[in-house]
């Protein structure tokens, strides 16, 4: 090779290895942006969510008191932002927990903690997956018929109850709307208790 091929050569590979490290910084700095941008999008994402928590939340306990209160303009109005909120819950993906206590009305109590389910299932998705069901589906709700072999008995007044638990006021609330409407939130605690309905309201679990 003549001397002026060797550094034509010399020339070429080093403008090569150039070029080579020039676009290999470029994509490295892209990456690193879109690593950066990727975990401040994920940071939002997250905070999203506690937001739709407390919105999920509150807007099943004003349809709890829209249901009691029997103010049926106000009912619609809040089912259809729940539905809404079901579809935004969903789109913002991800698993939540909850604990479901069975309460079999004469001291025995069993406890199905950290329930998983996806982030806008309904309850009746919840106890569906822990517990042995029968029911009948409605117009207007799931009626539950049995839980764990244990059936309704109409001659002696007995039916099975949800309840939620209020972190807030320290208290058990009966379930004012069928289980299957109502959506949990992360965390949540529920009860099914065997009630004799001739007491009203029944006794909490």
Known sequence: ??????????IVLFMWA???????????MKTMELSS?????????KQVKTYMEKLTSNIMKAMEQAILSGN????KTLDDAINDTIK?????????????????????KVWYNDTTINNG????????KVLKVTYTAYQYGVFIESINNVHNDP?????????????????????????DKYIPVNGEIFAWKYSNVMEWPPKPP
């Open 155 to 179: 001659s002696k007044n007995m039916y099975w109850m949800w309840w939620r638990w209020d972190s807030e006021r320290k208290i058990w609330v009966l379930g004012s709307m069928s289980c």
């Open 1 to 10: 090779m003549s001397n002026k091929m060797f550094w034509i050569t010399i």
């Open 88 to 108: 935004i819950n969903r789109l913002l993906g991800g698993e939540i927990k909850v604990n479901i206590l069975v309460d079999y009305g004469n001291g025995s």
């Open 18 to 28: 150039l070029s080579s490290t020039a676009i290999a910084t470029h994509y490295y």
């Open 72 to 75: 049926q303009e106000i009912t």
């Open 37 to 45: 941008y990727i975990k401040s999008l994920e940071e939002n994402i």
């Open 121 to 128: 299932d309904n309850l009746f998705k919840a106890m569906m």
